[in-house]
């Protein structure tokens, strides 16, 4: 059974940092692709960044693009999303997603989300 779970998430203000984690569980870390997405209320998740299986290659959306930094560690099983500048608009459930193919196309596992709230 794959399991991923994020963490990190909480309340910070405008302008400030943060950093979410996704360990995950039951698949070779090694061979596969992760990502970010974000969600929030009534509207379809949106992709934020993606890592390939040697973190040697990443690709971001434009709106997180020199803000936001993606990072794996496969000896710890974990994927990173480093988030500064954040915005009240990047309030949302940030959600980490993998799978075997890259550039992400499947979306094979996600995990449950954490929330992160910006405040003005």
């Known amino acids: 059974q794959v399991l991923l779970v994020e963490s990190g998430g909480g309340v910070v203000q405008a302008g400030d940092s943060l950093r979410l984690s996704c360990v995950a569980a039951g698949l070779t870390f090694c061979r596969y692709a992760l990502g970010w997405f974000c969600q929030t209320p009534g509207k379809e998740r949106e992709f934020l960044a993606a890592i390939n299986w040697s973190g040697g290659s990443t690709y971001y959306a434009n709106s997180v693009k020199g803000r936001f930094t993606i990072s794996r560690d496969n000896a710890k099983n974990t994927v990173y999303l480093q988030m500064n500048r954040l915005k009240p608009e990047d309030t949302a459930v940030y959600y980490c997603?993998?799978?075997?193919?890259?550039?992400?196309?499947?979306?094979?596992?996600w995990g449950q989300g954490t929330q992160v709230t910006v405040s003005s």
């Open positions: 997603v993998a799978e075997r193919t890259y550039p992400l196309i499947k979306y094979d596992y």
